[in-house]
């Protein structure tokens, strides 16, 4: 089911921890599925370029989950924020030489999580926020508003 890669991901995660001074944090989840995670990025001034100088993840989820995030912090490490952000889902899958078809939304998740970092850092240091970005938050907010809509409706239901 999951591949070689994948698997040591899962049992030896690289880059797992907190960044207490992080330059921009990302918090995504799916409450569908139960996956959490949060990337802390630390950014490092080179000339004009900016680049990802530390990165690291918290994720609370599936074999998938914690293996896509460490992958993504392998790979936007020492990367700028320009080239971290053309990072995509099937980069992370290919990455992993491949991902089984239930578990594809955990590379989204991981793609999210750093947009959002990225998004936090920018946004903190009132920098300019490229459209693509701008539309990946609004998409992430939107489903989480919608996430939390549906929680809500559920919990209320078990009240019942």
Not at 53 to 72: H, R
Not at 125 to 130: L, T
């Amino acid at each position: 089911m999951y591949t070689d890669k994948v698997l040591e991901y899962f049992r030896k995660p690289k880059n797992l921890g907190k960044i207490k001074d992080a330059d921009g944090v990302g918090k995504v989840g799916n409450l569908a599925c139960g996956d959490m995670m949060y990337l802390y990025i630390k950014i490092k001034k080179d000339g004009k370029k900016e680049i990802i100088s530390d990165v690291k993840f918290q994720t609370f989820g599936c074999v998938a989950a914690i293996a896509t995030s460490s992958a993504i912090t392998d790979m936007v490490k020492g990367k700028t924020i320009e080239k971290a952000l053309e990072l995509s889902k099937d980069s992370i899958i290919e990455s992993l030489d491949g991902l089984p078809p239930i578990k594809i939304h955990c590379s989204v998740l991981a793609t999210e999580a750093l947009a959002e970092a990225i998004y936090d850092y920018l946004s903190k240091n009132k920098r300019p926020i490229p459209e693509s970005l701008q539309k990946k938050h609004d998409q992430v907010i939107k489903s989480n508003e919608i996430l939390e809509e549906k929680y809500e409706e559920w919990v209320e239901h078990q009240e019942e």
